[in-house]
């Protein structure tokens, strides 16, 4: 699967910041999809999946904040980013499963990853 992230940059506490992930067309209609932040010095910590069908999950750090979200047409997966805090400043990453159901929480059930994005919030 190939996956390229974009969308990242700095922004003030409060602002927000739409992430995108271009993602090849089988992987993104068939396996579950997900939104990944590395702190420096940290293991990569789940933000936000999306299962093919539409079922998602959050972080409980992001709930009510972010939005995980697909849009077919264009083979591309978001994250919605609405009330940016300090703590969110890392690096983000999207990445795809090997599964379609039960998307997992670990980065180790995700096999396929892109680049990472820096998000940078000024308090």
Known sequence: AQLAASGGGSVQAGGSLRLSCVVSSYTFSTFCLGWFRQFPGKER????????????????SVKGRF????????????????????????????????QSVNCGESGL?????????QVTVSS
């Not at 910590?45 to 409980?60: C, D, F, L, N, Q």
């Not at 059930?109 to 994005?117: A, E, K, L, R």
């Open 45 to 60: 910590e789940r933000v936000a999946t999306i299962a093919p069908y539409g079922s998602t999950h959050y972080a409980e």
């Open 109 to 117: 059930d995700y096999n396929s990853w892109g680049q990472g994005t």
């Open 67 to 98: 939005t995980i979200s697909k849009e077919n047409a264009v083979n591309t997966l978001y994250l919605q980013m609405n009330s940016l805090q300090s703590e969110d400043t890392a690096m983000y990453f999207c990445a795809s499963a090997r």
